[in-house]
């Protein structure tokens, strides 16, 4: 039985839903190399979004159900979101959907992320309390690996907390693990330690891939890929993928990229903050020319970009017929992105978001080489 997705596996479900999606709505990745590659939606479900509370859970739980029978096949969630909450409903609803029939396992790209301290089902009464004594005095998080912001990439919490998201998601394997915002580590300590400790991370992360627990790892940052490279919390994606394949080799498994993009927030596609082969270019040029899956969070900036969205899209989009499908049409059809994650759980608006998967992403050229 499978325990990851495969590419026969999401074959199967694009031919399942074949009439039922747009051309182009599915992406194959790799771009590079031989075979048919996976079939990844270009809309994604986050769940990072609302109280932790049973309600939320269920509203969450049926919003899976439904992008999963309407074509979205990519998950998004971290151990973090919702204090665990966001992973257990989530491996649920799987588990309920694969005894059924309704999906299987090979079929779904399931991601997480870790890095933040997280509780547990609940806040606790005694929040410092709580962390302190789970974290630190148990020996889990040595305090000096711990940022301000309760952040830490200490080889066994990672450890801990990649076995963790696991049980919560009830899975024998991730497709994507992510380092949550590594970017957290430059606020307390010097760059060259932060990349000591990033190649110690991509050390657990190669072996969870020998042990199959994950099947490619990756980073899930919000400042990092889109600050100016004098920023303190700049990541060099050359560098950083330099380090890759000193841990890895060549064949190393960081080939994921999370990032915030959305019209207020374009950094990553104009900025030329990055180098390919000592060319300067954007973030999501780098990923695209390295071949890297890249996932955009935050596409709506949590509901504030409604205001934003600009009246000449209406022309450009006649099917679509509100700011919200609009802004997410926008960022799922800009080159190198791969998936727009989008947090649905009011009724209303998993009804409209699903709407884009029957509509074609916009006719917009795609990156030419490194040379051109």
Request: proline fraction near 6%.
């Amino acid at each position: 039985m499978a325990t990851m997705a495969t590419e026969e596996g999401t074959a199967r479900y694009e031919g399942r839903l074949a009439g039922r999606i747009a051309a182009g709505h599915l992406r194959r990745w790799p771009r590079i190399g031989s075979g048919e590659g996976f079939r990844i939606s270009s809309l994604g479900i986050g769940t990072s979004q609302g109280a932790a509370t049973d309600d939320v859970d269920a509203a969450y739980s049926r919003a899976l159900r439904a992008a999963l029978e309407a074509g979205v096949n990519v998950v998004d969630t971290a151990i973090s979101y919702r204090h665990m909450r966001s992973e257990r409903l989530i491996g649920r609803t799987l588990t309920g959907m694969f005894a059924d029939g309704g999906v299987a396992r090979d079929e779904v790209w399931v991601m997480s992320k870790g890095g933040y301290l997280p509780f547990d089902g609940d806040l606790p009464p005694n929040p410092s309390a709580y962390l302190r004594e789970t974290y630190l005095t148990s020996g889990l998080v040595p305090s000096t690996q711990l940022s301000e912001r309760m952040h830490c990439l200490d080889p066994s919490f990672l450890t801990d907390q990649l076995a963790r998201s696991l049980d919560n998601l009830g899975l024998e394997t991730l497709d994507v693990y992510f380092i949550h915002n590594p970017e957290e580590q430059l606020r307390d300590n010097p760059r060259a330690e932060f990349m000591l400790r990033l190649a110690k991370t991509f050390y657990v992360c190669e072996r969870a891939v020998r042990r199959g627990q994950i099947r490619y790892y990756g980073l899930a940052t919000s400042a990092g890929l889109r600050v100016e490279r004098s920023d303190r919390l700049y990541l060099d994606l050359d560098e950083i993928l330099r380090i890759a394949t000193s841990v890895g080799g060549a064949d190393h498994h960081l080939r994921v990229l999370q990032l915030p993009v959305n019209s207020v927030m374009n950094e990553a596609l104009v900025r030329v903050n990055q180098t390919f082969e000592e060319r300067p270019c954007t973030a999501i040029e780098a990923a695209f020319w390295n071949d890297m899956l890249v996932f955009s969070h935050m596409p709506l900036l949590r509901g504030e970009i409604l205001s934003h969205v600009p009246a000449e899209w209406t022309p450009l989009m006649p099917d679509l017929r509100t700011p919200a499908t609009r802004a997410l049409q926008f960022v799922r059809s800009m080159p190198g992105i791969t998936s727009a994650l989008v947090g649905m759980k009011d009724p209303r608006h998993v009804a409209e978001n699903l709407v884009l998967c029957q509509t074609p992403p916009l006719a917009i050229a795609p990156f030419e080489g490194p040379s051109g």
